[in-house]
């Protein structure tokens, strides 16, 4: 498993973007394989400043945003996609592993 990664600052933010890849299917894209096979999720994180330390004071303080993308497998009837079980569990464990209040 590797992890593609690439991260931005500017003057709003600073971004941080990741996403896993296949060592197997990487190999395959760049001996010429089709790349559709090849999944790719990122996630990652964005780091905004709240706009408190614009006056005479010079303190404030930063909105953090955490973004997630999780293949999941879906059970479809009658035009109603319902979440499996082992979804929403992993959904609910990488979000609460990650994010520690």
């Keep these: 498993m590797l992890i593609l990664q690439e991260s931005c600052t500017d003057q709003t933010a600073s971004f941080v973007i990741y996403a ?3 060592i197997v299917a990487m190999n395959a894209v760049l001996i010429g394989s089709d790349r559709d096979y090849v999944a790719l999720l990122p996630s990652g994180f ?3 400043s709240d706009g408190g330390g614009m006056g005479d004071s010079g303190s404030g303080g930063s909105l953090l945003t955490v973004s997630f993308q999780i293949l999941t497998t879906t059970n479809i009837q009658k035009d109603n996609a319902e979440y499996t079980t082992v979804g929403f569990k992993t959904v609910v464990v990488v979000s609460s ?3 520690i209040m």
Aim: aromatic letters at 0%; zero cysteines.
């Design 46 to 48: 964005a780091i905004l």
């Design 20 to 22: 896993p890849i296949d």
């Design 97 to 99: 592993t990650t994010v």
